[in-house]
């Protein structure tokens, strides 16, 4: 809205907050044809990312909490995504009782296939900025992504 003319009420919007919010536009297009270059709908491509990207090892229970869906929405997931050989369930070696889900290797490796020319591009963006602009961009990433977090964490305003 930086460049639009702003409804009587609306809040101000800086540059680099509409910035973001084109970021986070593209992004969710990207996570459509991502899903369809590797033929999963938006839940199983979810359910992907959240078990690639969690700092410590899932279980169903926190996968469906994550995605908020049942525990028999998350079974059916989890059993198209290991039949599909997406997904694997691992006995967690503390808690044999417990059981992890973990991407597989297959599945790893073709997100990568999908994902490393995106990656160089972006690696190629940031080495050809100066070191105080790329420290600057990521105080800036780094705030954002903890207001989002706390936000996300907390009861919304509106």
Same mark, same amino acid.
């Given at each position: 809205?930086?460049?639009?003319?702003? %409804?009587? $009420?609306?809040?101000? &919007?800086? %540059?680099?907050?509409?910035?973001?919010?084109?970021?986070?536009?593209?992004?969710?297009?990207?996570?459509?044809?991502? $899903?369809?270059?590797?033929?999963?709908?938006?839940?199983?491509?979810?359910?992907? /990312?959240?078990?690639?990207?969690?700092?410590?090892?899932?279980? %169903?229970?926190? #996968?469906?909490?994550?995605? $908020?869906?049942?525990?028999?929405?998350?079974?059916?997931?989890?059993?198209? #995504? /290991?039949?599909?050989?997406?997904?694997?369930?691992?006995?967690?070696?503390?808690?044999?009782?417990? &059981?992890?889900?973990?991407?597989?290797?297959?599945?790893?490796?073709?997100?990568?296939?999908?994902? $490393?020319?995106?990656?160089?591009?972006?690696?190629?963006?940031?080495?050809?900025?100066?070191?105080?602009?790329?420290?600057?961009?990521?105080? @800036?990433?780094?705030?954002?992504?903890?207001? @989002?977090?706390?936000?996300?964490?907390?009861? %919304?305003?509106?």
């Amino acid at each position: 809205m930086t460049d639009q003319v702003r %409804p009587a $009420g609306s809040p101000r &919007v800086e %540059p680099e907050t509409a910035a973001l919010r084109d970021l986070r536009t593209v992004m969710l297009d990207f996570g459509l044809t991502l $899903g369809r270059r590797m033929q999963l709908h938006s839940t199983d491509l979810s359910a992907i /990312e959240h078990l690639a990207f969690a700092r410590q090892p899932l279980g %169903p229970g926190e #996968l469906a909490a994550r995605l $908020g869906i049942s525990p028999a929405a998350t079974t059916e997931l989890v059993d198209r #995504l /290991e039949r599909a050989g997406h997904v694997e369930r691992r006995r967690d070696l503390a808690d044999r009782r417990r &059981v992890r889900l973990e991407p597989s290797q297959a599945a790893v490796q073709e997100v990568r296939k999908h994902l $490393g020319s995106l990656i160089s591009a972006f690696n190629d963006l940031a080495a050809g900025m100066p070191p105080t602009d790329r420290a600057a961009v990521l105080r @800036y990433l780094t705030g954002a992504t903890e207001i @989002y977090k706390q936000w996300a964490g907390g009861e %919304p305003s509106d």
